[in-house]
C-alpha cells in the first residue's frame, strides 16, 4: 500500500485563497458601483434617450446658511447614471403597475396620456373639467376685469380684440381619458365665458371647444397626439377654420385662400417625442402615438424669423397684421393664420403689452390660451394706455 503524499493540497486550503479572491472581487465591485454616480457625474450612461425634463435643474448653491441643502438638490439633478436610473424605473413602474412614476399624469384606457398640473393629492384629477375646481368670485373678477382692459383699451383705438379659448384634449376626448363630464359641470372656462358675456361689453369670444368636439366626427384622424398635452396640426386646423370663420364674418379678413381642407395634403407618420412621455415619464416611443402633417397644394408665402418667445412672418399675399399674445397651443395654429395676414407677431405670453402693440402697427390682436390655463390670466397687462400714443 502506497502512502498519500503530505503535499499534496487539501480542499480547505485550495478554498482558502479562492474565498478570500471572491470576498474582495465582491467589496471592489460593490465600491465600483458605489463610485459610479461620481465617476459618470454630469454625463450621459447607457439609457437609450437623453433625459428631459420640464423643469429647470437646480443650480451650484452659493455660500449661504442653505448651501449644504442646496448642493444636495445640484449633485442629485447631476449624478452619474441618474438619466438610466430614471428611464428603466419608470419603464418598471409601467410595467409592474401600470400606472406612472409621475401623479400628474393619467394613462386613459386606450393608453392616450393625460397631465394635469393642478392636481392635488386626494382631490379626483381634472377637477376643473368636471367642475369641481371653480374660480373663487375674486380671481373670476380679476381675470374678466383684466381681458375687458384690454378690450377696452384696443376699443379706443379702433383695433378689433378677440379672445380665443383652445380646448383641452381631455374636453375633446374625455373617453380617452376615461371620464364622464357631466352636463351641469362649469370648467374656469366655462365660468370665465359667462362672466365676460353678462358684463355686455362686445368682447370678442372665440370659444374652439366645440367646433373641435364636432370635427373629430368627420376627421381622418386624431385631433390630438395621444402622448401630448397639445393637438396636432389637424386638431389646429380645425381651430384655424374657426377663427377663420369669425374673422370673416366680421369682415376683417375676405375668404381665406386655404380653409377647405381640401387645399391640403394630409398625412399622418409615428411620433415618439410626445411632452407627456418625454419630458414627465423619461419614456419616449414607449407608447404608440402618430403625428400629422400638412403640405400645401400650392406654395406657402409666409417667411418666418425669431424664436419661441418672439416669432414673425411676412407675407405679401396676405392683408393686414396681427398680433397674437399665446401659449405653446399655438405653435400649430400660427402656420394657417401666416397665410392670411401680410405680418403676424406671435409673443409667447399671456401679458398684453400696450407699448409693444403699439410698436407693431396690428390691424387685429388675440390673445389666446388653452382652458386649463384661464387662472394664468390673473396677471394682467401693462402699458394699456399707451396704444394709441403716436
Request: some cysteine.
Amino acid at each position: 500500500m502506497y502512502e498519500q503524499s503530505s503535499t499534496r493540497p487539501i480542499d480547505g486550503e485550495r478554498a482558502g485563497p479562492m474565498r478570500t479572491f471572491n470576498r474582495l472581487a465582491v467589496a471592489l465591485v460593490f465600491f465600483f458601483l458605489l463610485s459610479l454616480p461620481i465617476l459618470w457625474f454630469g454625463r450621459a450612461s447607457f439609457a437609450p434617450a437623453p433625459l428631459h425634463e420640464n423643469r429647470v435643474l437646480s443650480q451650484f448653491p452659493d455660500l449661504s446658511i442653505r448651501a449644504f441643502q442646496q448642493f444636495e438638490r445640484w449633485f442629485s439633478d447631476r449624478f452619474g447614471m441618474r438619466d438610466a436610473l430614471v428611464y428603466y424605473g419608470s419603464r418598471l413602474q409601467m410595467a409592474r403597475t401600470g400606472a406612472p412614476t409621475n401623479q400628474d399624469v393619467v394613462v386613459g384606457p386606450t393608453k392616450w396620456l393625460f397631465y394635469d398640473q393642478y392636481y392635488v393629492p386626494g382631490q379626483p384629477h381634472f377637477a376643473d373639467t368636471i367642475g369641481k375646481d371653480p374660480l373663487s368670485p375674486s380671481a373670476l373678477k380679476t381675470i374678466g376685469a383684466n381681458v375687458q382692459a384690454v378690450h377696452e383699451a384696443l376699443k379706443v383705438c379702433k383695433i378689433p380684440f378677440y379672445f380665443v379659448i383652445a380646448p383641452d384634449k381631455q374636453s375633446v376626448y374625455p373617453e380617452k381619458l376615461g371620464i364622464h363630464i357631466p352636463t351641469a359641470a362649469q370648467s374656469n372656462a366655462d365660468q370665465l365665458i359667462e362672466y365676460l358675456r353678462t358684463t355686455d361689453s362686445g368682447l370678442n369670444i372665440i370659444d374652439l371647444r366645440n367646433p373641435l368636439v364636432t370635427a373629430r366626427a368627420g376627421a381622418p384622424f386624431d385631433l390630438y397626439k395621444r402622448t401630448d398635452t397639445h393637438w396636432n396640426s389637424l386638431g389646429a386646423f380645425y381651430g384655424y377654420q374657426a377663427i377663420v370663420r369669425r374673422l370673416t364674418a366680421d369682415r376683417i379678413l375676405p375668404a381665406s385662400p386655404r380653409s377647405d381642407l381640401a387645399d391640403w395634403d394630409v398625412t399622418q407618420a409615428p411620433f415618439d417625442n410626445g411632452d407627456i412621455a418625454v419630458n414627465l415619464l423619461s419614456l419616449p416611443g414607449y407608447f404608440e402615438d402618430y403625428n400629422t402633417h400638412f403640405e400645401a397644394k400650392t406654395a406657402r408665402h409666409a417667411q418666418w424669423s425669431g424664436d419661441e418667445r418672439r416669432r414673425q412672418s411676412q407675407n405679401p399675399e396676405g392683408l393686414g397684421n396681427l398680433v397674437m399674445y399665446r401659449d405653446s397651443f399655438a405653435g400649430e395654429l400660427l402656420p394657417f393664420l401666416a397665410e392670411d395676414f401680410e405680418s403676424t407677431v406671435s409673443f409667447l405670453s399671456h401679458e398684453v403689452d400696450g407699448d409693444t402693440v403699439r410698436n407693431t402697427k396690428p390691424s387685429v390682436v388675440m390673445l389666446q390660451i388653452v382652458g386649463r390655463n384661464i387662472r394664468m390670466l390673473k396677471e394682467g397687462p401693462k402699458n394699456l394706455g399707451h396704444i394709441c400714443t403716436p
